[in-house]
């Protein structure tokens, strides 16, 4: 069906579509980055219309969903059909008799990642793997299908069980299968699990890390109530972190309880962000601390139901709104026999005899408990609440980064927009997702504390970043918020290696399968020609081929190929297209059998000097970059991927808005894009839905004449 109007004077755009209830398959995103379908409407000739906007029709029990003054439609968040239509209308407001519909269809998505989102498995091993669909009633179901990558439907290793569904009118549609790992695994590698919904769009997926040496972890354990006394990198977060609608919470979340730290008396608190503990500067002094946080237990505060467990009291937070802050972190005075006094952190030990990983305490005994500083392409592991026990590398240091901050947990209350100096960033896929605020960052070799886990997000290509305050400025700070100006220092043991759990990292592999227009190509040829006036092999350039960008994925490149042992000066860029720098001997080069991009593990270090005068560069442009340039958040120091023996400004760009042009170079740097949404703070989130299958009620306050159910684990950004 297309659009049509009730005469020749209005028309409205798009016409039919199909969309699903967590809006896979819409056009646009509002201010705050949600997902929306935007509609327009115009006169004969093209132009804007003046019009009022409303939907009809719908789901007889969620409605038909919300458009705005604008023409920003959101869906409802449930459905109780497998698919039904909205008809958005647009009334000319000089004249309401003039109309013009379109007809939206919907169908369920997903309500959260398929649980869980990752986990390791040895020769053998199986998980049970769990979605949800925002249907109630209906007769979909969730597809599992095994595959080679996140959003394909055939190959992967292992093998899959039969799908167990359950379907009422009071639950959303849950459905279940059991993976298992092959008899024997080669080397580690990653499979995966897709969900995909009947009749939509929406995918998801769990990615499931084969190794041979038998090691199993499912990041559901830390999600789960841990007995006394409980261990960090779990679930937690303040009792009051919740929304109400009139006495009754309508949703609510959480973080992860980090680590545990101790002043110069020996009195031991919690360590966590400050959204998590503090709720975004909007706790008090004394707040109650739980474990799990609400998100695993219906959104029920501890004394309003069974479940959750004091485990601490606020103590101090780094006020978000002072200028003076550079750190998202709080702790909270841990009560009595309630958390490990060695201050042992979930999987962070060595492998059990049943594959599964020990707990342990952080090492601190070579920096005695003050941490240690991130260097480039150190690799760190993390435990949290949602994604366990990862592993990743850091990518860029001295990083000033603007995070938006809200007074809710649905993030519809703008708090303010803080700006960080002196970040680090780690990368790698699955590294971190919503619900890990507040986790130890750790070095892999020793445990080390690095820093402290607080935004992150997935990029263009589906890599995570996590973004972390550095270990010595958490407790530097937090020192002057302790009454007598005791020192903390972190409480661990001696250092000790971490069963390092990787995913992988797959940002050049993403922007070498990216399709390169005929404008790019026409443009790389001119650069082509250009270049050939380079080689000169006893120089050390010994030939050009055409190739992809990884600094700016979607982006055409030269690729040179040096004598490593020369190591000659190569051009940023030739006639505007950005130099790959490849090391090959003159044989490959000139056979043209030389690989297009630098083989894994040959990142060289960068030496001190070089790093240091590329921070001096940063400091000097950044302010003005992200002023000037609103689509910038985000500017660091980190290796160009296109040529790894230089820095680079690494950029993270606002994907909704998008400059025209992405420089080759700043301030005489190579750059390095990471397109992406606006970075977020990165506690689990829980929505509301009227189902009493596997919730049960619960009221703050008196009790509240309309009731809403809970559903348990629905982590969103």
């Known amino acids: 069906m297309t659009a049509h109007s009730t005469n020749s004077m209005l028309s409205i755009s798009p016409g039919a579509s199909v969309i699903d209830t967590n809006c896979s398959g819409c056009n646009g995103k509002n201010s705050h980055g949600t997902p929306v379908h935007r509609f327009s409407a115009t006169v004969p000739g093209g132009e804007a219309a003046a019009v009022t906007w409303s939907v009809s029709g719908g789901d007889p029990a969620a409605g038909a969903g919300n458009i705005s003054a604008t023409g920003q439609y959101t869906p409802p968040n449930y459905l109780s ?90 639950a959303f549609t849950s459905c279940s299968v059991v993976y298992t790992a092959p008899p024997a695994v080669a080397s580690t590698g990653v499979t995966y699990v897709v969900g995909s919904a009947p009749g939509s769009a929406a995918r998801t997926e769990t990615a499931i890390l084969l190794n041979a040496p038998g090691v199993a972890s ?45 002043d110069d008396t020996g009195r031991e608190y919690l360590l966590s962000n400050n959204h998590v503990l503090a709720r975004s500067d909007q706790a008090s002094v004394g707040d109650t601390i739980v474990q799990p946080g609400l998100i695993d237990n219906n959104c029920t505060p501890n004394g ?62 070579s920096s005695q408990g003050k941490g240690e500083s991130a260097t480039l392409q150190l ?4 435990s949290g609440r949602t994604t366990g026990l990862t592993c990743g590398r850091v990518t860029a240091l001295d990083l000033d980064v603007a995070v938006d901050y809200y007074r809710d947990c649905a993030e519809t209350k703008p708090y303010l927009t803080k700006t960080f100096r002196g970040q680090f ?16 960052v750790v070095d892999s070799v020793n445990a ?77 040829q001119q650069a082509m020609a250009l270049a050939r006036g380079l080689v000169n092999q006893s120089a050390g ?69 070089a790093l240091a005068t590329a921070i001096a ?48 170079t700043l301030a005489g740097m190579r750059t390095r894009y990471i397109v992406m949404d606006r970075l977020h703070v990165t506690r689990s989130y829980a929505q509301a839905f009227p189902a009493a299958h596997h919730c049960v009620p619960h009221e703050t306050g008196n009790q509240a004449a309309d009731r809403l159910w809970i559903p348990q684990g629905i982590d969103l950004p």
């Open 81 to 170: 059909r497998d698919r039904v239509d909205v008809v958005v209308t647009a009334a000319l407001k000089s004249n309401p008799g003039v109309r013009a519909d379109s007809v939206l269809t919907l169908t369920p998505g997903f309500l959260q990642p398929l649980t869980p989102e990752n986990a390791a498995l040895g020769p053998g091993g199986s998980v049970t793997i769990a979605g949800y669909l925002a249907e109630a009633g209906g007769s979909n179901e969730i597809h599992f299908a095994l595959s080679n990558t996140p959003i394909g439907d055939s190959g992967g290793e292992g093998s899959l069980g039969p799908v167990n569904c359950q379907r009422t009118h009071r």
């Open 448 to 524: 080390e504390p690095v820093g402290l886990f607080f935004a992150g997000g997935i990029d263009a290509d589906g890599v995570s970043h996590a973004i972390a305050n550095s270990a010595a400025d958490v407790l530097n700070e937090l020192s002057g918020q302790i009454p007598g100006g005791s020192e903390l220092s972190f409480v661990g043991t001696q250092d000790h290696e971490v069963s390092c759990l990787s995913y992988g990292d797959s940002s050049s592999s993403a922007a070498q399968s990216k399709t390169l227009s005929g404008s790019e190509i026409a443009k790389q």
């Open 617 to 664: 560069s940063k400091r000097r442009v950044s302010r003005a970059l992200m002023q000037q340039n609103p689509a910038f958040f985000g500017i660091g120091v980190g290796q160009s991927l296109d040529d790894p023996r230089q820095a680079a400004l690494v950029v993270y760009v606002d994907r909704n808005r998008m400059p025209s042009e992405l420089p080759a």
């Open 379 to 382: 690799r760190v592991a993390k």
């Open 218 to 262: 499912n990041p559901a354990t830390h999600q789960n109530a841990l007995a006394f006394p409980t261990l960090l990198g779990s679930s937690g977060g303040n009792n009051n972190d919740f929304d109400e609608k009139g006495n009754t919470i309508v949703d609510c979340c959480s973080g992860t309880l980090g680590a545990l730290v101790k």
């Open 541 to 609: 350039i010994l030939g050009i081929a055409p190739g992809k960008s990884t600094d700016q994925p979607g982006a055409p490149a030269v690729v040179v190929y040096i004598d490593p042992a020369s190591s000659p000066n190569v051009p940023s860029s030739i006639g505007g297209v950005r130099t790959i720098v490849v090391p090959a001997d003159l044989r490959a080069a000139t056979l043209g059998s030389a690989p297009m991009i630098a083989a894994a593990g040959t990142t060289p270090q960068l030496s001190p000097s």
């Open 425 to 440: 960033a780690v990368s790698g896929d699955r590294f971190s997702d919503a619900g890990d605020s507040g986790a130890l």
């Open 304 to 365: 309003d139901g069974p479940g959750t467990v004091p485990v601490g009291a606020l103590t101090a937070w780094l006020p978000l709104h002072s200028p003076q802050t550079n750190a998202d972190a709080a702790i909270a005075q841990v009560a009595s026999h309630t958390i490990d006094p060695s201050g042992s952190i979930l999987e962070l030990g060595s492998r059990l005899a049943d594959g599964t990983l020990a707990s342990a305490p952080p090492g601190t005994s």
